[in-house]
């Protein structure tokens, strides 16, 4: 992940493939996250909205992301690995969990 001008993050093709497909299922799909909006930052619906236009880059690119978008991503990761741990997150997403942390760092660095 990079900052490509005040306000826009570049996310890699893998990242890009955590966020918008592992992460948003497993906060939609694999478990319950009470008060979803208050957690998250964005009502069910918008956020899937926003998972479906990044799962529409093509396979193999990076996306670009404004910080609203990017607080939202860093808040799923955060719950997706707490909720997760680290053998499970591993298993479910097929991504390293350390590289996630170091993610979630970048995500929670970029977006204070």
């Given at each position: 992940m ?6 826009i ?9 955590l ?5 948003v ?28 236009e ?13 910080l ?45």
């Open positions: 990079k900052i490509l001008q005040e306000g993050l570049e996310v890699g093709h893998d990242e890009l493939d966020l918008a497909w592992n992460v299922n497993e906060v939609v799909n694999g478990f319950v996250v009470k008060d979803f909006e208050g957690r998250i930052g964005s009502s069910l619906e918008n956020f899937k909205h926003l998972a479906l990044l799962r529409a880059v093509p396979n193999g690119q990076g996306a670009t992301l404004t609203r978008q990017a607080r939202l991503f860093k808040n799923a990761l955060a719950i997706t690995l707490e909720e997760l741990g680290e053998e499970e997150f591993q298993t479910r997403t097929g991504h390293n969990f350390g590289n996630a942390k170091l993610l979630l760092k970048a995500l929670d660095d970029a977006t204070n």
